[in-house]
């Protein structure tokens, strides 16, 4: 599946966004779904992941009170609204797809990635 996400940009601490990933391609409801980030010099890590249907979400411990995946299976597009931002947060966010299968918070179990967006958070 493709994948192409939008939304981020610069955004002063305390600020909130909401971030798009439009797929194509595939039929988006086969696909479990995630959000990572990468942050200059270091790892991809997770986010929060969602399954097929909407029905169960996982966050990164450190983030379920700020961050919340959500999906619309009829127009092919998963979010991930942020909201009270920091600095630390700066970084590209990707969606990632996997096929057939349960939401995994390890990018090596995904199948396809999205570009990424950037999203910078300044102090």
């Known amino acids: 599946v493709h994948l192409v996400e939008s939304g981020g940009g610069l955004v002063q601490a305390g600020g909130s966004l909401r971030l798009s990933c439009a797929a194509s391609g595939r039929t988006f409801s086969d696909f479990a779904m995630g959000w990572f980030r990468q942050a200059p010099g270091k790892e991809r890590e997770f986010v929060a992941s969602i399954s097929w249907s909407g029905g169960n979400t996982y966050y990164r411990d450190s983030l379920k009170d700020r961050f919340t995946i959500s999906r619309d299976n009829a127009k092919d597009t998963l979010y991930l609204e942020v909201n009270s931002l920091k600095p630390d947060d700066t970084a590209v966010y990707y969606c990632?797809?996997?096929?057939?299968?349960?939401?995994?918070?390890?990018?090596?179990?995904?199948?396809?990635w999205g570009q990424g967006t950037q999203v910078t958070v300044s102090s």
């Open positions: 990632a797809a996997r096929w057939l299968a349960a939401p995994s918070p390890t990018p090596k179990d995904y199948d396809d």
